[in-house]
C-alpha cells in the first residue's frame, strides 16, 4: 500500500487540502492519505487554535472519503517534528511505501529543517508544484535526491487559511473556499472571531 503523509496547519483545513488529498488518490500516487496537524507547540506556529478544533474539522473531511484518516500524532505537550512523525508511520507500517506530501514552498528550505539531511536521504515526497518557474530550480537544488520525488499533476489553486480566517473575522462569504460542513462547525464554535485565534 501506498501512504500519503499530508502534514500541515490546516488552520482551518479547506477545499485545496481536500481536493489536493482526492487528485493523488485519483491519480493513483497513493492508495490512503492520513492528514497529520501540526502541533500547538511548533514554534513557528505559536497561534494555532486548540488542537482538538483541527482534528475535529479534518474528522469531518475524512467522513467523506474511505481513504482519508486523521492523526493526532503531533498534537503533543511538546514539538514533535516531521522526521519523528515520518519514521513512527514507517515503523508503524515497515511493509507499505511511504510518500511525504510537500508543496514547492516547504521543498525550499525542507534541507533547513530539523534533521533535514536525514529526511531527504530516507524518504520519498509527492510534490505538489505551486509554482513551475519554481520547481526547476528545486530539483536541481536536491538533484542528489531526485529518485526520491514524485511530481505530481495537480495546480493547487490560490486559497489560503489566512485568507479564510480574515473572511470569517469579517464575517464574509466562505462557502467556496471551505466545505459547508466544516464551516458550521466553525460557526458553532466561535472560531476565529478574534484576532488572538489567528494562526501563522
Given at each position: 500500500?501506498?501512504i500519503?503523509?499530508?502534514?500541515?496547519?490546516f488552520?482551518?483545513?479547506?477545499?485545496?487540502?481536500e481536493?489536493?488529498?482526492?487528485?493523488?488518490l485519483k491519480?493513483?500516487?497513493v492508495?490512503t492519505?492520513?492528514?497529520?496537524?501540526?502541533?500547538?507547540?511548533?514554534?513557528?506556529?505559536?497561534?494555532?487554535?486548540?488542537?482538538?478544533?483541527?482534528?475535529?474539522?479534518?474528522?469531518?473531511?475524512?467522513?467523506?472519503?474511505?481513504n482519508?484518516?486523521?492523526s493526532?500524532?503531533?498534537?503533543k505537550?511538546?514539538?514533535?517534528?516531521t522526521h519523528?512523525?515520518?519514521d513512527?508511520?514507517?515503523?508503524?507500517?515497515p511493509?507499505?511505501?511511504?510518500?511525504?506530501?510537500?508543496?514547492?514552498?516547504?521543498?525550499?528550505?525542507?534541507d533547513?529543517?530539523?534533521?533535514?539531511?536525514?529526511?531527504?536521504?530516507?524518504?520519498?515526497?509527492?510534490?505538489?508544484?505551486?509554482?513551475?518557474?519554481?520547481?526547476?530550480?528545486?530539483?536541481?537544488?536536491?538533484?542528489?535526491?531526485?529518485?526520491?520525488?514524485?511530481?505530481?499533476?495537480?495546480?493547487?489553486?490560490?486559497?489560503s487559511?489566512?485568507?479564510?480566517?480574515?473572511?470569517?473575522?469579517k464575517?464574509?462569504?466562505?462557502?467556496n473556499y471551505i466545505?459547508?460542513?466544516v464551516?458550521?462547525?466553525?460557526?458553532?464554535?466561535?472560531?476565529?472571531?478574534?484576532?488572538?485565534?489567528?494562526?501563522?
Amino acid at each position: 500500500m501506498k501512504i500519503g503523509i499530508f502534514g500541515g496547519s490546516f488552520n482551518p483545513p479547506h477545499k485545496m487540502h481536500e481536493e489536493i488529498a482526492n487528485e493523488l488518490l485519483k491519480e493513483q500516487l497513493v492508495d490512503t492519505i492520513i492528514f497529520v496537524p501540526t502541533g500547538m507547540k511548533y514554534e513557528y506556529k505559536n497561534n494555532l487554535i486548540d488542537n482538538k478544533y483541527r482534528l475535529d474539522m479534518l474528522n469531518i473531511i475524512a467522513s467523506h472519503n474511505k481513504n482519508f484518516q486523521v492523526s493526532d500524532f503531533e498534537c503533543k505537550e511538546e514539538v514533535v517534528y516531521t522526521h519523528q512523525t515520518l519514521d513512527y508511520y514507517h515503523k508503524l507500517y515497515p511493509q507499505d511505501e511511504l510518500f511525504f506530501i510537500c508543496g514547492t514552498d516547504n521543498l525550499s528550505y525542507i534541507d533547513k529543517w530539523k534533521k533535514g539531511e536525514y529526511l531527504l536521504e530516507n524518504y520519498n515526497y509527492i510534490i505538489i508544484g505551486r509554482d513551475t518557474n519554481q520547481l526547476e530550480p528545486l530539483l536541481e537544488k536536491y538533484k542528489k535526491y531526485k529518485d526520491h520525488f514524485i511530481i505530481s499533476n495537480i495546480s493547487p489553486k490560490s486559497i489560503s487559511s489566512t485568507m479564510i480566517r480574515e473572511k470569517i473575522r469579517k464575517n464574509e462569504d466562505c462557502s467556496n473556499y471551505i466545505r459547508e460542513d466544516v464551516l458550521e462547525y466553525i460557526k458553532k464554535n466561535h472560531l476565529y472571531l478574534e484576532e488572538k485565534d489567528y494562526g501563522i
